[in-house]
């Protein structure tokens, strides 16, 4: 893979050469992040500086430069570790506040949508500000005009719905920004992702959106040599698949899926206590409550090892983060599961590239 600095428009500038490995994780329901090891330490540090961006030239994904490590032992040349995170990371930089606290006391902060991500979304819009979607949406001003981040392009997801016929109330808990946004589109399974510029333009991409379902179209099978070196692992161990919410004054029960209720051994059961939360008495914020902690504990399906180049390459044309596809695996493994990693290494043992994946449950 080849590793690329960005320049002041966001797009491929140098090249990135001799070090020791990289490590690019892209993810579906949380930021990625990467990892470069060096012992060229200043000219990493130049080529490489803190705040700047990075990405490949195999991916759309742009990269944050967070962290410069220097570890300097008695023997050997100093080593430098770059880390950094997808740049919806910048998110975390912004508070979901809707009013400021010098104007007095916090603001419930409720959005009436659809559904769960396009509360994020609006809240999102709301503290960043949105004036260039117009004519398509209502242009949004920023709660606070110095909150406004110029290089954010902030796509509507492709099932938004601006003008909703049946509405619900989301409350936009206190908090980061992309903490806030997060909870929600998790329960309704959506992702979030980064997009650098196409060639002509200069502002990064921000969009929430649904992985598709290709389960008729995509799927990987072991038994014809697309893996390589295959560990796999499947647990139930930690999963929760129903839960009881408590506020103060009522309770109810959650679940996960539209499936009929768990029962025996299959039922493992979540309890959560709100009593000392806030804006948490209706049923809709119990469940949003409940269902956000249930999707904390999923069942685990996971591929560890190399696939095919052919299957590598297809990435990002024909299966991308978030998808759902079908896995063939070996002796018996065979779900229907969400690629919710894609993984990138480049060492002395040379380069590998492979999804991870989470069973879907829905």
């Known amino acids: 893979m ?14 990135v050469e001799r070090y020791a490995s990289l490590l690019w994780t892209e993810r579906y329901f949380t930021t990625g992040d990467f990892q470069l090891v060096s012992t060229d330490v200043e000219r990493m540090i130049n080529l490489i500086p803190l705040e700047s961006l990075v990405t490949l030239r195999e991916s759309t994904v742009p990269m944050v430069v967070e962290v410069h490590k220097i570890e300097k032992g008695p023997t050997g040349p100093p080593v ?12 975390e930089r912004r508070a979901a506040v809707k009013v400021a606290a010098a104007n007095g006391p916090r603001v419930e902060w409720i959005e ?20 260039e979607r117009a004519p398509y949406l209502p242009a949004q001003l920023p709660n606070f005009p110095n909150d406004v981040l110029p290089m954010i392009d902030l796509i509507p997801p492709a099932d938004y719905e601006e003008a909703p016929t049946e509405l619900k109330k989301y409350e936009i808990k206190p908090g980061s920004l992309y903490t806030s946004a997060r909870e929600l589109m998790t329960i309704n399974h959506r992702g979030m992702k980064a997009l650098r ?22 799927a990987f099978d072991a038994r ?51 009593s000392s939360e806030e804006n948490v008495e209706s049923e809709e914020a119990r469940r949003t409550r409940g269902l956000i902690e249930l999707y904390k504990f999923n069942v685990t399906a996971m591929f560890d090892g190399q ?19 079908r896995l063939d695996g070996e002796y018996g493994l065979s779900r229907n599961v969400r690629i919710s990693e894609f993984i990138r290494s480049d060492d002395n043992t040379g380069s590998k590239a492979y999804p991870t994946f989470e069973v879907v449950t829905d």
């Open 80 to 91: 430098l570790t770059i880390t950094g995170r997808s740049f919806e990371s910048v998110l």
């Open 197 to 218: 510029p196409t060639p002509n333009g200069n502002k990064i991409g921000i969009e929430i959106y649904n992985g598709a379902d290709l389960t008729d179209i995509v």
């Open 112 to 131: 009436e949508r659809a559904k769960e991500s396009d509360a994020a979304y609006q809240a999102i819009r709301q503290v960043l500000g949105d004036i």
């Open 307 to 325: 696939i095919s180049e052919q299957i590598a390459d297809r990435y990002n044309n024909d299966y991308f983060l978030g998808d759902i596809i």
């Open 224 to 274: 014809f040599d697309q893996f390589e070196n295959a560990t796999y692992l499947l647990s139930f161990a930690g999963s929760s698949n129903w839960g009881h919410v408590f506020s103060k004054s009522n309770s109810q029960t959650v679940s996960k899926t539209t499936a009929p209720e768990p029962l025996g051994l299959d039922r493992r059961v979540l309890y959560l206590d709100v």
């Open 2 to 15: 080849e590793l690329l600095t960005l320049n002041s428009n966001y797009q491929p500038s140098e090249l």
